[in-house]
């Protein structure tokens, strides 16, 4: 049975330049980048180089990038790491983080974890219809102790693209007013996890202070992602234990996968003209196929969306149904995140966007990628209706 993969925001195939540029530091150069001896060097001088193409890929200096295990981690550090440097054992006040309700639960949950210990007091800021956070509404809920605005680039589930560069420059603003105040700037930080592949990430244009990503979502390996944070932010470490990372993620360094991200951020400047040109005409075959099932629509609209990731509502459908008839007709499909997958609790991210639980219920998102072929798009879209009527005269009749 052929296998049509559209599942790609929730993970790549590492690519076969990726993982060639790897192999030789499982065997060959294994050696600790601790130690000083010529093994420990061929190490360090292969993190290093992976770091230069990092910071070459976001703009940034060497010293603003930090590797980690993935996004997750990235974004832990960032507003954990955060909050503990400002925290005062002696103050009433504690830091105050404006977020949206459509983060990925890396986001989401680390901040409920600070809100928890009550370290944090967290803004969840609302999306109008499209997904989209309105920056203004941001002024309207900062208060001298906001410490961080955390608002992801690409939405995992529905593929919104928030505008950074607008909130940036209003917290710009706010932090110029701040200083006149003596009142200590609010950072900015992205989750760019879903970003990466095909939207400007260099982080002077954004305007970001930090930003988080992970290797999987671009053909490099899961188990790796970074950390950009600006030169003089101080962040407090996560992971206690040896110097590694100028002391903020103690641990052995994992070198193969950190060589494999350098080298997967080198391949998408290569690409990314061409690979977006394909993959947008795919989306539009895609989407102009499947609306023509009834009673199907598309999560947010065509505008301000990222070019892989596409999510449609069924009417009177479980996506986790879809999902499972696409996967025998050898089809990989999501319904909502990954992460949530299983849980059949609808959508934060839908809900947030102001459709109906029972709604939210029949989203199926496909993901594209590089390797997606016109001929795969076309089977889908022949696979889909099928399924879909079969599924809905299985359905209860209410
Ligand atoms: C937007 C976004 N942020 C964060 C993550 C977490 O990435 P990881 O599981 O690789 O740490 C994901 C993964 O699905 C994501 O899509």
């Known amino acids: 049975m052929r296998r049509i993969y559209l599942d790609h925001a929730a993970t790549t195939a590492v690519s076969a330049e990726v993982l060639k540029t790897m192999k030789p530091y ?14 420990g060097r061929e190490s360090k001088v292969a993190i290093e180089q992976a770091r230069e193409k990092a910071a070459v890929f976001l703009g940034a200096k060497t010293s603003e990038i930090l590797f980690t295990s993935g996004a997750t981690e ?10 503990e440097v400002s925290y005062k054992e002696d103050s009433d006040k504690i830091p105050h983080i404006i977020t949206s309700s459509i983060e990925h639960k890396a986001v989401i949950e680390t901040c409920k974890h600070l809100e928890r210990l009550k370290l944090a ?12 956070v309105k920056t203004n509404d941001i002024k309207k809920v900062v208060k001298p102790e906001t410490l961080l605005v955390s608002v992801m680039y690409v939405n995992n589930e529905m593929g919104a693209i928030q505008p950074i560069k607008e909130i940036s420059k209003l917290i710009k603003k706010i932090n110029l007013a701040r200083f006149n105040s003596h009142l200590p700037p609010i950072y900015f930080h992205t989750d760019a996890t879903q970003a990466i592949q095909y939207l400007d990430c260099r982080v002077a244009e954004l ?39 100028n002391h903020l993620r103690a641990g052995t360094e994992n070198i193969p996968y950190i060589v494999g991200l350098g080298k997967a ?11 977006l040109r394909k993959i947008n005409n795919l989306k539009e075959k895609l989407i102009s196929g499947v609306l023509k099932i009834p009673e199907v629509k598309l999560v947010g609209g065509t505008e301000k969306k990222a070019p892989h990731i596409v999510s449609f509502l069924v009417k009177g459908v479980e996506g986790e149904a879809m999902m499972l008839l696409l996967s025998e007709k ?13 849980l059949l609790e609808p959508s934060h ?26 001929e795969e798009i076309d089977d889908v879209i022949e696979a889909l209706p099928r399924i879909i009527e079969k599924l809905r005269k299985m359905a209860p009749k209410l």
């Open 74 to 83: 990235a974004i832990n550090l960032a507003h954990k790491g955060l909050v």
């Open 265 to 275: 951020l080198e391949l998408i400047t290569e690409d990314r003209q061409q690979t």
């Open 207 to 245: 305007g970001v202070d930090l930003l988080s990503l992970s290797g999987h979502k671009f053909y490099a390996p899961k188990g790796v992602g970074l950390l950009y944070f600006k030169k003089g932010i101080s962040l407090i470490r996560q992971q206690d234990g040896g110097e590694q990372e």
């Open 121 to 132: 007091k967290i803004t969840y800021l609302p999306v109008d219809k499209n997904g989209l």
């Open 26 to 39: 499982f065997r060959k150069h294994f050696g600790n980048p601790s130690e000083p001896h010529q093994w």
């Open 330 to 342: 050898g089809i990989a499909a999501s319904s909502g995140s990954a992460c949530t997958s299983g």
């Open 349 to 374: 991210v839908l809900l947030a966007m102001g459709y109906r639980p029972e709604e939210a219920h029949g989203s199926l998102r496909f993901s594209l990628g590089k390797d997606n072929t016109k």
